[in-house]
């Protein structure tokens, strides 16, 4: 896998994409390791320049948020597809872990590839641009589903997305509330910075 192509192709033509990730037979490690770990490091090293150098705060305290946020979204991505490949058998899909974390890593490229963003110090822009990005991501994992990643008949697709999302939308919300509770908020210094 060309991670570069990759990127590109699940980007820009993501219903060709999907078929051909189904018949690619790439473990869970590889896929974590050739894809997510690389792009999931984007939003967190621009985000440390964006904020620790364009900011106020702390350099030692932004290094901390995004080193955790970084380790808990490549755990909440490993818990989609789990929960994916979990939830499969209730929506009469077979189970396939390496499709399952294909849909979760995969869809998760546009949040990734994005956060280049966070190098504007204007966080007001790149909120509102982040939200479109995962929009963008969420639309992937639809097609996913569509393509069919899991198998899933067609009358069960939109009920399996809809049950994905809830989990993606607590992962995500999770992540970003623990990170910040543990760095920015007053009392919780745990690491000393």
């Known amino acids: 896998m060309n991670l570069v192509q990759r990127v590109q192709n699940i980007l820009i033509k993501p219903s060709q ?32 320049i ?15 948020f995004v080193i955790v946020s970084y380790i808990l979204t490549l755990a909440v991505t490993f818990g989609v597809g789990f929960v994916i490949n979990a939830l499969g058998p209730n929506f009469g899909s077979k189970q396939s872990l390496e499709n399952a974390m294909a849909l979760a890593v995969y869809s998760m490229t546009p949040a990734w590839v994005g956060g280049i963003l966070y190098l504007i110090p204007a966080w007001f ?22 393509a069919p990643m899991m198998d899933t008949p067609k009358d069960k697709q939109l009920t399996y997305f809809i049950i994905t999302l809830v989990v993606v939308g607590v992962g995500i919300w999770l992540v970003r509330t623990i990170a910040w509770a543990i760095f920015f908020h007053v009392g919780f210094g745990v690491v000393g910075l």
Do not use: D, H
């Not at 964006?50 to 901390?64: C, D, E, H, K, Y």
């Open 17 to 48: 994409e999907w078929p051909v990730i189904k018949t690619e037979k790439t473990s869970v490690q590889n896929l974590f390791l050739g894809y997510a770990v690389p792009l999931a490091a984007i939003p967190a090293v621009c985000q440390f």
């Open 50 to 64: 964006g904020w620790g150098v364009f900011s106020r705060w702390i350099a030692g305290r932004v290094l901390g």
């Open 125 to 146: 822009i790149y909120a509102w641009v982040m939200w479109l990005f995962g929009l963008y991501g969420l639309y992937l994992l639809y097609l996913g589903f569509a």
